[in-house]
C-alpha cells in the first residue's frame, strides 16, 4: 500500500469530502471540513466547528464544560460566575468531585474531614530541608520550588503505605469508591501542606500548624505565615482573593496534565501519586507555567512606552504573547474578567504604591486589545496575564505562583480519578502510534 492515498466520504446535503490517509490511520482534524446542521437545543456539540473524532480512552465527561466561542464556563452544569459569587473553593470542589453542591450537613462534615486531617510526618519536612533555600541577602528560592514539592510529596505517601496498592499489592481503588473517598481529604490537605512546607523553607518562614477553627483556605495562609502580626489572622480580603483564584482554577477539561493524572490512574495507583505526575506534567513553559512565563515578559518589556514594540514583534511572527489569546477561547476569558475584579478590589483597599510591571500589562491588554490584528484573529487577554498580580498583591513570593494554582485544580483532578476509578472494567489508558520507521535494518 502506498504511504498516502485519498478516499471520499459523502455526507449530508449530497457533498464529497475527501479524506486523507496517511500510513492507513485518518488524520482525526480531517473530519472538521465536514459539519453537521447546527443544533441550537444543543450547542456543546459545536456542530458548526465541523465533526471531531472520539478517542473512547478517556471516555466522556460531565465535569466542565466550555464554550470558547461564546466565553461561558460551567462546572457541572453550574455557571463559574455563580459559584464564585455564592459558594467557598471546598462546596464548588465537593461539586466536581460528587457531582452535586452538597447540602449544610454534607458541608459541614467534607470541611470537618479535611480540617481533621492529620499533618505530614516529620519525614517529609526532613525532605525539604535538604534542598538550598533562599539566602539571608535574598527571598529568591535556590531550588525550583516544583521540584522540591515532587521531592516532598512521595515521603508525604510513605506515612500511610497500606493506601499504595503497588505496597500491598492489589487493588484498593477501582469500583472501590468508599476507598477512594476515604482517601481524598487526606490527598487535599497533604497536597496543601506540602507547598506551605516548601515555601516556608524556601523563604525562610517558620510552618506554622493549621488552626481547627480556620476553612480550608485560611489555614493555608497560616501554615506559610501570611498573617496579621497583631491578630494572627489572615486578612479577609486575601482569603477571599485566593479562594476565588482556587475555584477559577478547579478545572478546566483535559489539560495535558489532568491527562498525565488519567495515565497515571488507569494502573491502579493512589491518588498523590496521581498528581505528582500531573505537577511534573503541568511543569512547561506551554501549560503551568504560562502564568510565569508571562510575567517574566511583562517585566522584560521595561516600561510602558515600549509595549508597541512587544506587540509590533509579536504580529510580525518574532515572539509569542503570552497570556493573551487560547486555543479555547474565542470571546472574552470569563476566568481574566474575573480576576481582574478581584486585582481591582486589593489594590483599591492596599493602596500600593504604583506598580509599573501592572501598568505594562494593563498597557499590553489596551493596545492589543484594540490591535486589528488581535480583533480579527478573536484574540484576547486570558486568566495568565493579571494572574501574577494577584498573587503578588496577596503577598506571595513569585516562584510559587504556579504551585499555589495547582493547589486550586486538586478539586478537578480528584473529580477526574474518582470518575475513572468508578469504572469497573480496568483498563490502561494510552494513545497508539503508528511506525513509521525501516521495515528491516540491513545486516551487519
Same mark, same amino acid.
Given at each position: 500500500?502506498?504511504?498516502?492515498?485519498?478516499?471520499?466520504?459523502?455526507?449530508?446535503?449530497?457533498?464529497?469530502?475527501?479524506?486523507?490517509?496517511?500510513?492507513?490511520?485518518?488524520?482525526?482534524?480531517?473530519?472538521?471540513?465536514?459539519?453537521?446542521?447546527?443544533?441550537?437545543?444543543?450547542?456543546?456539540?459545536q456542530n458548526e466547528d465541523g465533526l471531531r473524532v472520539f478517542d473512547n480512552g478517556f471516555s466522556n465527561t460531565g465535569i466542565f464544560e466550555v464554550m470558547g466561542n461564546k466565553g461561558t464556563i460551567q462546572y457541572r452544569g453550574h455557571h463559574i460566575e455563580d459559584l464564585v459569587a455564592r459558594h467557598s473553593y471546598l462546596d464548588t470542589a465537593y461539586l466536581l468531585?460528587?457531582?452535586?453542591?452538597?447540602?449544610?450537613?454534607?458541608?459541614?462534615?467534607?470541611?470537618?474531614?479535611?480540617?481533621?486531617?492529620?499533618?505530614?510526618?516529620?519525614?517529609?519536612?526532613?525532605?525539604?530541608?535538604?534542598?538550598?533555600?533562599?539566602?539571608?541577602?535574598?527571598?529568591?528560592?535556590?531550588?525550583?520550588?516544583?521540584?522540591? *514539592?515532587? %521531592?516532598? /510529596?512521595? &515521603? !508525604?505517601?510513605?506515612?500511610?503505605?497500606?493506601?499504595?496498592?503497588?505496597?500491598? =499489592?492489589?487493588?484498593?481503588?477501582?469500583?472501590?469508591?468508599?476507598?477512594?473517598?476515604?482517601?481524598?481529604?487526606?490527598?487535599?490537605?497533604?497536597?496543601?501542606?506540602?507547598?506551605?512546607?516548601?515555601?516556608?523553607?524556601?523563604?525562610?518562614?517558620?510552618?506554622?500548624?493549621?488552626?481547627?477553627?480556620?476553612?480550608?483556605?485560611?489555614?493555608?495562609?497560616?501554615?506559610?505565615?501570611?498573617?496579621?502580626?497583631?491578630?494572627?489572622?489572615?486578612?479577609?480580603?486575601?482569603?477571599?482573593?485566593?479562594?476565588?483564584?482556587?475555584?477559577?482554577?478547579?478545572?478546566?477539561?483535559?489539560?495535558?496534565? *489532568?491527562? %498525565?493524572? /488519567?495515565? &497515571? !490512574?488507569?494502573?491502579?495507583?493512589?491518588?498523590?501519586?496521581?498528581?505528582?505526575? =500531573?505537577?511534573?506534567?503541568?511543569?512547561?513553559?506551554?501549560?503551568?507555567?504560562?502564568?510565569?512565563?508571562?510575567?517574566?515578559?511583562?517585566?522584560?518589556?521595561?516600561?510602558?512606552?515600549?509595549?508597541?514594540?512587544?506587540?509590533?514583534?509579536?504580529?510580525?511572527?518574532?515572539?509569542?504573547?503570552?497570556?493573551?489569546?487560547?486555543?479555547?477561547?474565542?470571546?472574552?476569558?470569563?476566568r481574566s474578567k474575573i480576576i481582574k475584579g478581584i486585582l481591582a478590589g486589593l489594590l483599591e483597599r492596599e493602596g500600593r504604591e504604583k506598580d509599573l510591571t501592572l501598568d505594562i500589562a494593563w498597557g499590553i491588554d489596551r493596545i492589543a486589545g484594540e490591535d486589528e490584528y488581535f480583533v480579527s484573529r478573536n484574540l484576547k487577554c486570558n486568566a495568565d496575564l493579571? =494572574?501574577?498580580?494577584?498573587?503578588?498583591?496577596?503577598?506571595?513570593?513569585?516562584?510559587?505562583?504556579?504551585?499555589?494554582?495547582?493547589?486550586?485544580?486538586?478539586?478537578?483532578?480528584?473529580?477526574?480519578?474518582?470518575?475513572?476509578?468508578?469504572?469497573?472494567?480496568?483498563?490502561?489508558?494510552?494513545?497508539?502510534?503508528?511506525?513509521?520507521?525501516?521495515?528491516?535494518?540491513?545486516?551487519?
Open positions: 500500500m502506498k504511504p498516502y492515498t485519498r478516499g471520499h466520504v459523502i455526507q449530508w446535503s449530497g457533498k464529497s469530502y475527501d479524506i486523507p490517509i496517511h500510513h492507513n490511520p485518518i488524520p482525526a482534524e480531517a473530519y472538521k471540513q465536514i459539519k453537521a446542521d447546527v443544533d441550537p437545543g444543543y450547542p456543546p456539540d468531585i460528587y457531582s452535586k453542591l452538597p447540602l449544610k450537613l454534607e458541608s459541614n462534615q467534607w470541611t470537618s474531614a479535611i480540617q481533621n486531617c492529620p499533618l505530614p510526618s516529620q519525614a517529609v519536612f526532613n525532605v525539604v530541608q535538604c534542598f538550598e533555600r533562599a539566602s539571608l541577602r535574598s527571598s529568591f528560592p535556590s531550588a525550583a520550588p516544583i521540584m522540591v *514539592t515532587m %521531592a516532598g /510529596l512521595p &515521603a !508525604a505517601i510513605t506515612d500511610k503505605p497500606q493506601a499504595v496498592p503497588s505496597f500491598v =499489592a492489589k487493588n484498593l481503588y477501582l469500583s472501590n469508591l468508599p476507598n477512594v473517598d476515604a482517601e481524598i481529604p487526606r490527598t487535599i490537605t497533604t497536597y496543601a501542606t506540602v507547598i506551605a512546607i516548601a515555601y516556608c523553607h524556601a523563604t525562610r518562614r517558620s510552618f506554622m500548624p493549621p488552626n481547627s477553627d480556620a476553612d480550608f483556605v485560611e489555614n493555608f495562609l497560616i501554615m506559610i505565615g501570611q498573617v496579621d502580626q497583631n491578630t494572627g489572622h489572615p486578612d479577609p480580603l486575601h482569603v477571599h482573593a485566593l479562594e476565588t483564584m482556587w475555584l477559577l482554577s478547579a478545572d478546566h477539561e483535559l489539560t495535558k496534565s *489532568t491527562a %498525565a493524572l /488519567l495515565h &497515571a !490512574a488507569s494502573s491502579f495507583t493512589d491518588p498523590i501519586s496521581c498528581f505528582i505526575s =500531573a505537577l511534573s506534567s503541568g511543569y512547561g513553559l506551554l501549560h503551568g507555567d504560562a502564568i510565569e512565563v508571562a510575567y517574566a515578559q511583562i517585566q522584560e518589556v521595561g516600561k510602558v512606552e515600549n509595549v508597541p514594540l512587544l506587540i509590533d514583534k509579536v504580529k510580525r511572527k518574532g515572539q509569542r504573547l503570552f497570556g493573551y489569546g487560547h486555543q479555547i477561547y474565542r470571546a472574552v476569558d470569563l493579571f =494572574a501574577s498580580f494577584v498573587y503578588k498583591a496577596i503577598g506571595i513570593h513569585p516562584r510559587f505562583r504556579i504551585l499555589f494554582g495547582s493547589i486550586g485544580r486538586m478539586a478537578g483532578g480528584l473529580a477526574h480519578y474518582r470518575g475513572a476509578m468508578s469504572s469497573r472494567v480496568p483498563r490502561i489508558r494510552h494513545p497508539q502510534q503508528v511506525y513509521i520507521g525501516p521495515r528491516q535494518a540491513p545486516a551487519a
